[in-house]
């Protein structure tokens, strides 16, 4: 009996275990494997350790690059966490209070940005932005903040956290709708009490709802670190693959691609790219560790 029911599940998670090893698995350890290689003039390769990863980390023609573009990220990662998941937390908490007329509506808008092609999205932003043509100088001056406006794509100060707002307008319903699940999965009796007890509703929310969805903010966390250093799509659309200006947009997605195909004057090179991609690997699996070998456990402890 024991041996027939393996055979079956292993019938059933075959085709699943299939598709993840050619899709998934399999370029993993093909891309970690050509990270290891050098290719001359002619496409040969050679093996040469990790000569690649020392170029990209020490040599000052990489290394400025590289480190330009996960600083780039980290910020990238900090406007997302400072900004959208507060925002979503604030949103999902009000639209989970009883009585709130067109909740479901609300819970729509805020997340049919989430649905729309990131090709729309950069357009669309770009021409409400555009100091040319666009409409949010005249919104400003509409509210006297007329003279706060700038183009805000077209400078180095600023690129980076404009396109960063609008990946955080885009995104924002996934953590809303998260948190949303985690509040209204809350056994009412519980909430009950603490009114019973006279408790406000701040108090109820910091002291009750708050530590009840810390599991989920752990995992809107996790999301986002995931989501923003694989971030590529948004950036590529609207300031290109030299991710300007000047590089200051530039993300480890954008470096990656134009490492290993290549873009105007930069040559391809799918050695150093799988090298670059090996290490946005590393970044991720070591911020994933981090959180299930640390933050997850002391959530484990809290909730015991």
Known sequence: MKLGFSWRVLVFIAPALLIYATFSALPLLDT???GLYSADDTGLRTFTGLANYNTILNDPQWSASFWNAMGNNLKFFAIHMLV???????????????????AATYRTIFFLPTLLSVVIIGFVWQLILSPLWGVSERLLTLVGLGDWFAPWLGLESSALITVSLMSVWQYIGVPMMLIYAALIAIPEDIIEAAVVEGASPWRIFWQIRLPLILPTLGLVTILTFVANFNAFDLIYTVKGAVAGPNYSTDILGTLFYRTFFGYQSQVASPTMGAAVATIMFLVILVGVAVYF????????????
């Open 84 to 102: 959208q998941n507060p925002v979503g937390l604030l949103l999902a908490a009000l639209l989970s209070l009883r009585n709130v007329r067109f």
């Open 32 to 34: 970690l494997r050509l």
């Open 293 to 304: 070998l640390a933050v997850q456990r002391k959530l484990q402890r809290f909730a015991m």
